[in-house]
């Protein structure tokens, strides 16, 4: 992703996301944090089909929606995923795996061992299948109906080596 996608990014949003809208300053926001974790997904022909975003986080504290952030947490432990937005077109493409899969090797490259997300949308059986498994957290509550999720991932890094 590119500050020229955000736009883009934006418009997805506002078609996947209706119930859970943000500024478009948290977009900006995430990719200026954490631009690894920034991903566009598109067709063979380079038309957006959706995207990814994710920074460091720290499990059992995921960012209140609609806010900007401005720096990473200073006691980082994860790697959150704020949002993957996928437009119907994309349906039956396996990108959301894809992109799931993309974020677990950004999370070992950048030294964390779990991935943490809130599942909106009525995700859950999507995110249960990839073995992100549901705790309780309290600070979803600006989110509505959702749940959030960790991931362990394998060992495979140090974690001091961030």
Same mark, same amino acid.
């Given at each position: 992703?590119?500050?020229?996608?955000?736009?883009?990014?934006?418009?997805?949003?506002?078609?996947?996301?209706?119930?859970?809208?943000?500024?478009?300053?948290?977009?900006?926001?995430? !990719? %200026?944090?954490?631009?690894?974790?920034?991903?566009? #997904?598109?067709?063979? $022909?380079?038309? &957006? *089909?959706?995207?990814?975003?994710?920074?460091?986080?720290?499990?059992?504290?995921?960012?209140?929606?609609?806010?900007?952030?401005?720096?990473?947490?200073?006691?980082?432990?994860?790697?959150?995923?704020?949002?993957?937005?996928?437009?119907?077109?994309?349906?039956?493409?396996?990108?959301?795996?894809? !992109? %799931?899969?993309?974020?677990?090797?950004?999370?070992? #490259?950048?030294?964390? $061992?779990?991935? &943490? *997300?809130?599942?909106?949308?009525?995700?859950?059986?999507?995110?249960?299948?990839?073995?992100?498994?549901?705790?309780?957290?309290?600070?979803?509550?600006?989110?509505?109906?959702?749940?959030?999720?960790?991931?362990?991932?394998?060992?495979?890094?140090?974690?001091?080596?961030?």
């Amino acid at each position: 992703m590119a500050v020229a996608d955000l736009e883009t990014v934006v418009r997805v949003a506002d078609v996947v996301h209706v119930n859970y809208p943000e500024d478009p300053a948290v977009f900006a926001d995430r !990719l %200026a944090l954490f631009a690894p974790g920034c991903l566009m #997904a598109e067709d063979d $022909d380079g038309q &957006a *089909l959706g995207y990814c975003l994710a920074h460091p986080g720290i499990v059992g504290d995921p960012p209140p929606l609609d806010t900007v952030l401005g720096a990473p947490p200073k006691a980082a432990d994860c790697l959150y995923i704020h949002d993957v937005a996928l437009l119907p077109q994309a349906r039956g493409r396996h990108l959301g795996v894809a !992109l %799931a899969r993309l974020m677990e090797d950004v999370a070992r #490259a950048h030294g964390f $061992d779990r991935i &943490a *997300l809130t599942a909106v949308n009525n995700s859950d059986g999507f995110w249960g299948a990839l073995g992100y498994v549901p705790q309780p957290c309290e600070k979803i509550a600006s989110y509505g109906d959702a749940t959030y999720r960790i991931k362990l991932l394998p060992s495979g890094r140090d974690n001091s080596q961030r």
